[in-house]
Structure formats: C-alpha cells, structure tokens
C-alpha cells in the first residue's frame, strides 16, 4: 500500500495535463467553487483506476472532485484549487493522492513576472527580455508556501533525484527536511 501512495502521486501529477488535455474540471471549479469529473480510463490512469477499485471491492468510477481554495487578488481571472480522488459508491476518498494547483479561469496556468521587472506580467512560457525564465508572482508563490505548510501531498510534487533509472517522488515538505 505505501508503494502504491508513492506510485499514484506521481502518475496524477505527470498525467495532469494529459488526462486533464481539457483542464475542465480545474477551471470549472475555479469559477464555480467545485466541480467533479470521472477519471479517465486510459493508460496509466487506467491501472490507477483498477487498482483503487481493488483497494474498496467496488466496480464504481473514481472522480476527481476539485474546489476553488481562493481567487488570486493580482490576476482575478486565476486561483488555487484542490483536488481529490474519490468513488462515491464505496464512500471513499483519498485525499493523500490529491493535491493543490494554480489555474486561471481559461485553464491556463498564472501569469508570471521577470525579476528585472517585477510590475509586468509574462506568459508562463514567456523569456524575460534579459533572457532569464520568468518566477511565480509573490501572490502565487505565497499561496504554494500556504499550501505546503498545510502539508498538502501534491503542492506541486518535485522530482529531485534518479534511482537505479527511475524517478524518485519527493513532496515540497520532505525537499524542505532535507
């Protein structure tokens, strides 16, 4: 079981985009307060599935509930949500393989700013003019701080180190002990 706490984080947060391609369920629940979604059959979500489904004896689809923690003052069209799997018809939640991320209301993630010009916004995916990468606002890096010292599992999770060729999962809590 605590390789499969390990296993499950790490699949959700590199299969954000790709099981969420339609960031839907995060953004509904940016501008509505909460939404839910049946997680995706498809590889390797669908091995996820399964395996929860083992967990509780129950054939019932797992869901991914989110809900809008806080709209950001700076970009008000962006905010904080959290997430969850859950299946309702065995009563189950883990919330230890959800999470917390930044999202606007289009689905896109936060504007950022240059350190050399902290009062413009760039795209995430934006250079600086002096060619460094933008960083997180002072807003949106306060509100990851919040949610790592709220001892959230996914805040977002940081692949730090390679063992024998594979990733190693480590949470923003257990990279700050170390």
């Not at 289009?106 to 504007?111: K, Q, Y």
């Not at 460094?132 to 306060?142: F, G, I, R």
């Not at 692949?159 to 190693?168: H, L, S």
């Amino acid at each position: 079981m605590n390789r499969l706490l390990f296993v499950i984080p790490f699949c959700l947060a590199l299969n954000l985009q790709a099981y969420a391609q339609d960031v839907g369920v995060y953004a509904d629940a940016l501008k509505n307060g909460t939404a839910q979604t049946q997680l995706p059959y498809k590889a390797p979500l669908d091995r996820l599935t399964l395996k929860l489904q083992q967990i509780t004896h129950d054939a019932g689809p797992i869901l991914v509930k989110a809900e809008r923690i806080k709209y950001f003052q700076q970009q008000s069209h962006c905010g904080r949500v959290r997430f969850i799997l859950f299946q309702p018809s065995s009563n189950t939640a883990w919330p230890e393989l959800g999470g917390q991320l930044n999202i606007c209301e289009d689905g896109s993630p936060p504007w950022r700013i240059c350190k050399s010009n902290p009062m413009r916004l760039v795209l995430h995916t934006e250079r600086c003019s002096d060619g460094s990468t933008p960083v997180d606002t002072p807003e949106v890096e306060q509100a990851i701080k919040e949610a790592v010292a709220s001892g959230s599992a996914l805040t977002p999770p940081v692949v730090t180190r390679r063992e024998a060729g594979r990733a190693a999962l480590v949470t923003p809590k257990q990279q700050a002990a170390q």
